[in-house]
Each structure stands twice: as structure tokens, then as C-alpha cells.
């Protein structure tokens, strides 16, 4: 019998999620709101760098993977993934309005014996004390008949080593029939699948990982200023310090951490533990060194150049994270207001991204003051940029 299922979001989680179910042999419904993305997607053009569209075709092709906004497809979904956005909002807390208004399109349709699987990041508790009394509020099943599971997306895009398949997945439910169900599904196509005792533990998981990376990144970068004041170089540093065989993990130099995850998720844990009185300092420090990073270098550049004003910046590279074109959360955002507000006058090359904030990214030449290599792509050419100085976010100089 054909086993449907859903996948709620067809974002850089769901759609790689989705594919790889409908490769197992699902039959898939990816649910998007988005219509330019369901537009798109069904046509082939894949906005995820690590996803081919012939992998997406081969799937719409066989019939096993359909997206569309029509949630009506949920009744007759043995398992539905949440996969939508939690980001922050304006006041800089926890922004549950996706995933609030994607339950309640579930619900509408949600019959017993349904496993729900909610992948985004949240706060410890949101699986136990939202998603489910959502869940039964809005459908009127009882919680006994609905198997709720929480399960955190790892991906690192980009990464070659660890994909979907083979990076370890830990999976929790409310109870444990619905962790054993959760578990047996990814199983099916994920390599290694780890179970957890409660939702609230891998919720928990998932926020340190990523807090873990953020304070790291920080760490790293304000001893990279420190090692710029006293002519260190920062790379050699690291390099020696990597030598050490346990005890140490390397972190690089860069302007700041960006995208939807590392700066984003910690604050769901700081934000978690100030509802119960407790302090997360290291969260906000390493928050707060984050932030400043894109002034430090515009500083840097009013010392090469004396003088920001009438001067001609170009900034190389402007998404998060070398060799994606995601500009969420990107820092160079910050960079470029702040070069701006000192009088100058900035240009931006990326091909990844080409069109962002109404600008457009523009060659590499020599016809610049001063170029800020902010994310280094892979396919750079920075020969083209003749004798321009170049500031380098990531490494020593
Ligand atoms: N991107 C990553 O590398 C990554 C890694 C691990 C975890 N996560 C987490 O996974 C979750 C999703 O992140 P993402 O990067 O895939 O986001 P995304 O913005 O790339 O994709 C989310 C998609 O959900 C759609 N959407 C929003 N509301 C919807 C609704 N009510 N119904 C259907 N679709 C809806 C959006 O239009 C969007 O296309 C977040 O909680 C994020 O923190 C992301």
C-alpha cells in the first residue's frame, strides 16, 4: 500500500526531507505557502544548493513527490513533518507565528492514529505544552490519538561529509510509542537514528548545539581582535592550538555568524531560561560580540582608508556563509550600513546571491578604494580586483 505523508515547509529543511522520504519509496506532499516557491519548485528550479533539480524531477516524475498549498492532503497523511520557520521577532523573542498557523491548517484535516514530527527549533516544552493541545484542540481528537514526536534538523548546507543520510538523528516523542513510530520512519532513510527520553531533552540538544557554536565563533572572533592589535596572526594561532589532539576544537575568524539557525537559536535558550529566572551570559555576551563584529571592520576600513567619506567600498561576498546564496541573518548586511552611514559608497559583488535589498551584485574590478572580502566563495577571482587593498574578514591581515 502506498504509505503518504506530508512535509509542512519546502525550505532549506523540508524540501531536502521530503525528497529523500519520496526516495525511500513515500509518497510525498510537500505543503508550502509560499506560491512563487510552489511555482518554482514544481518547475524544476531548486533554490537549495545541496539539492539537484533532477533528483526533484525524478521524484514529481515517478509521482512520489507533489507540492502544493492545498493542506486537504493531510487526511490522508499516516505521518505529516513540521518543517517551518521559527525565527525572531522585532522584540528579538521567539516568533511562533508559522508554526502556530501551520497547526491549525493541520488540525483541520488531522485524523486518529497520525504521527506528527515537529523539525523546527524551539524552545524546551513548546512540543509537549503547544504542538500538542494545538493539535487536539483544533482537530477535537484526544491526545491518546494523535502520536506527537519532536526530532531536530541537523543540516549544514554545503557540508559533503554529513547530509541528511548520514548525520545521527535524535528523535523524542511524547510517549514512547510515538518516538518508537518517529524512529522507524526515519530509519527508513537516515543512517544512524538516536533515540531521546523526552522532547524536552532533544529540544534542549538542539538549542546547545547551535549555542555551542555561536559562544565558539565569538570566542574566536574577539582573539582574532586581539591578535590583529598585537601583530599575531590569528590562522597560525589556530593551526598551532589544532595540533593538540584532545581537548581543543578549532573555530575561525570571520564578520559574524549568520543564517537562520546559529544566531537565532540561542536566543530561544536564553529566552528559555530567563522564563525561569535563570541567566544565559555566555549566550548574551557571545551575542553581543556577534553584533559588534560588523562595526569592528568598518573601523578596520576607516584605518586603511583614514577617511570612509566619498570612498568607493566593494564588498565581496554577502551571504551567511561561503558558497550558499542565503542571505538570512546575513552580517554583511550590518557591514554595508555601516560603511554607508561613514559617507561611503558601497557596491556588492556575489553571483551565488545577484539580487539582494533592491541592489544588484556588481563585477569584480579595480576601480574601488578598498574591497572587503566578507565571504570568500569558492569561485572568486580576486585577481580580478587588480591592486585594490583588500580587507579580509577571515583571516589575519
Ligand atoms: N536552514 C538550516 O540550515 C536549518 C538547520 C537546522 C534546523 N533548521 C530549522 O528548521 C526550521 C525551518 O528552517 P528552514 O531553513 O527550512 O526555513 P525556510 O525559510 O528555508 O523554509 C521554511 C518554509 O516554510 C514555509 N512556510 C511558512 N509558514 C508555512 C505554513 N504555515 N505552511 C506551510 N509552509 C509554510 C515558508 O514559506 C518556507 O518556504 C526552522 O525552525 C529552523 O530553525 C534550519
Redesign the pocket.
Known sequence: MKQKIAV???????LPLAIAAAEAGFYVNG????ED?VTKISSGVIPIEDLSSARVNKQIELGRYKISNDFSVIKESSVILI????PLNANNQPDLS?LN??VT?ISRYLSPGTLVIL????EPGTTRNILLPALTYGSGLNSDQVDVAFS??????TNKVWNLKTTPKIVSGITELARKRASKFYSKFINTVIECDSPEIAETAKLIENSFRLVNISFINEISIFCNRLGIDVEKVIEAASTKPYGFMPFYPSIGVG???IP??PIYLANAAKSVGVSARFIELADQINQEMPGYFVGRAEEKLTSLQNKKILVVGVSYKPNVADVRETPVEALIFGLKNKGAETFWHDDLVKDWNGEKSVALSNKYDLAILATPHDYLDLTKLGDVPILNTRGSN
Open positions: 509542512i515547509g519546502q525550505g532549506y529543511v523540508g505543503l508550502e505557502t509560499n516557491r518543517c517551518v520557520p521559527t508559522f498557523s501551520s491548517e523539525e523546527s527549533t524551539v531536530p534538523e541537523r543540516i549544514d548546507p543564517g537562520h539557525c537565532v537559536d
